[in-house]
């Protein structure tokens, strides 16, 4: 089974702050995902990332695969950035390729 | 597109009856998750389905939760009888799997978000 910790849990900034979330894994993987969920609201896809970086908007994820960490980066952070980020991987513990998901980050941006 | 539609997006029920849930997955795509997500436990896989045929369904609770694609545009889930501890958002999600390990991009439903009373 694959193992997946966040950091940090919570994370409060100012706008406009350069803000970094983490995950890691044990396991060796295909793929990671990152979501987000604002309160009371649904999940929505952010990335999807199997090696090397990827940007959307003032959203960036970087995966280093030898290393087994992801981390999501938001530039000039917004208070509508607030949300939860959760990252994924592939559960690879028996023949399913389910995926196994982070405790989650709550990010508050406060103006 | 018009997404993953989920209905209802709220439900209140008593201990006892019968919880139906139901879903409608991006068109086009093979694979439908049904995950259910508490304070306490996060974000859970339930079940899982590649082309309608239920390939994962170890995160199934118990007995009294079931699931059904019955065609490529169409999943529920049934819980029968409901408990109090069965209250949470049920969320389903699809996506397009090509072959290989990559589940793919998944693409979630607003929720349904169930209070059993």
């Known amino acids: 089974k694959n193992e997946v910790e966040q950091s940090p849990q919570n994370l409060t900034a100012q706008e406009g702050e350069f803000i970094t979330i983490n995950c890691s894994y044990s396991?060796?993987?295909?793929?990671l995902h990152w979501l987000q969920q604002h309160p009371g609201g649904g999940i929505v896809s952010l990335f999807m990332?199997?090696?090397g970086k990827k940007k959307h908007g003032r959203l960036i994820a970087t995966i280093n695969i030898q290393e087994k960490h992801s981390s999501l980066h938001i530039t000039a952070s917004h208070p509508r950035d607030s949300a939860v980020y959760i990252c994924?991987?592939?559960?690879?513990?028996?023949?399913?390729?389910?995926?196994?998901f982070g405790t989650g980050t709550l990010l508050a941006v406060q103006p | 597109d018009a997404g993953v539609i989920q209905s209802p997006r709220h439900e209140v029920t008593e201990m006892g009856q019968e919880v139906t849930l139901r879903c409608k997955p991006i068109?086009?795509?093979?694979?439908l998750f049904w995950y259910r997500q508490t304070m306490m436990r996060g974000l859970e896989l339930l079940i899982y389905?590649?082309?309608?045929?239920?390939?994962?369904d170890s995160g199934m609770p118990e007995d009294r939760f079931s699931a059904k694609m019955p065609n490529a545009s169409f999943s529920t889930l049934k819980i029968q009888p409901s408990e109090p501890r069965d209250s949470a958002v049920y969320f389903c999600?699809?996506?397009?799997?090509?072959?290989?390990?990559?589940?793919?991009?998944?693409?979630f439903g607003e929720g349904s978000r169930l209070t059993v009373l």
């Open positions: 999600a699809s996506s397009l799997r090509s072959s290989g390990a990559n589940t793919g991009e998944l693409f």
């Open positions: 396991v060796g993987i295909s793929a």
């Open positions: 990332l199997s090696s």
């Open positions: 994924a991987v592939p559960y690879y513990g028996g023949a399913t390729n389910k995926l196994i």
């Open positions: 068109s086009g795509h093979n694979s």
């Open positions: 389905f590649n082309n309608n045929v239920p390939i994962d």
